[in-house]
C-alpha cells in the first residue's frame, strides 16, 4: 500500500496516539472511553501519512471535508496497542486531529510495518 513509507527516513510525521480515559460514574463504577483524551505514549510516534481520495459529509445540513489517510508506523508493543477507540495528535499542529477508522494491520507479513486508515478532519 504505502511501500516508500516502509522505509525509516519517510516517516517524517510525529503524532501523538490518545485515547479517553475511563471516567468514574460517581457511584465508582468506571465508564470506559467516556474521559478527557489523554497521550497514551510519553512521546509522539514517527509516521507515515499517505493521502486517499477524500470525500465530503452532510452533518446538520453543512457541507464537511473529510480527508481520509493511509497512516505507516513501525510495528513495536505501543503501536501493536493502536485501536479504532483512539485517535492521533499533530504533535506539530495540535488542532489536526485523525479519527482511526481501521484498526493496525501487517500490510506485508513481516512484523515490521503497520497499516491503518485515519480521517483527518472527522469527529473523534
Not at 13 to 19: A, M
Not at 82 to 110: E, H, K, Y
Not at 114 to 123: R, Y
Request: charged share 20%; proline share 9%.
Amino acid at each position: 500500500m504505502a511501500e516508500n513509507f516502509r522505509r525509516a527516513g519517510a516517516l517524517r510525521e510525529r503524532l501523538h496516539c490518545q485515547f479517553a480515559a475511563p471516567l468514574d460514574d460517581g457511584w465508582g463504577n468506571p465508564l470506559p472511553g467516556a474521559g478527557e483524551f489523554e497521550n497514551a505514549f510519553p512521546k509522539p510516534i514517527a509516521a507515515g501519512l499517505k493521502p486517499r481520495t477524500g470525500g465530503e459529509e452532510v452533518t446538520a445540513a453543512r457541507l464537511g471535508g473529510r480527508q481520509p489517510y493511509v497512516v505507516t508506523v513501525r510495528n513495536t508493543s505501543q503501536t501493536r496497542q493502536i485501536t479504532t477507540a483512539w485517535r492521533l495528535v499533530d504533535a506539530n499542529n495540535p488542532s489536526r486531529v485523525f479519527a482511526i477508522t481501521s484498526p493496525p494491520a501487517d500490510p506485508d507479513g513481516t512484523n515490521q510495518w503497520l497499516e491503518f486508515i485515519a480521517v483527518d478532519g472527522a469527529v473523534s
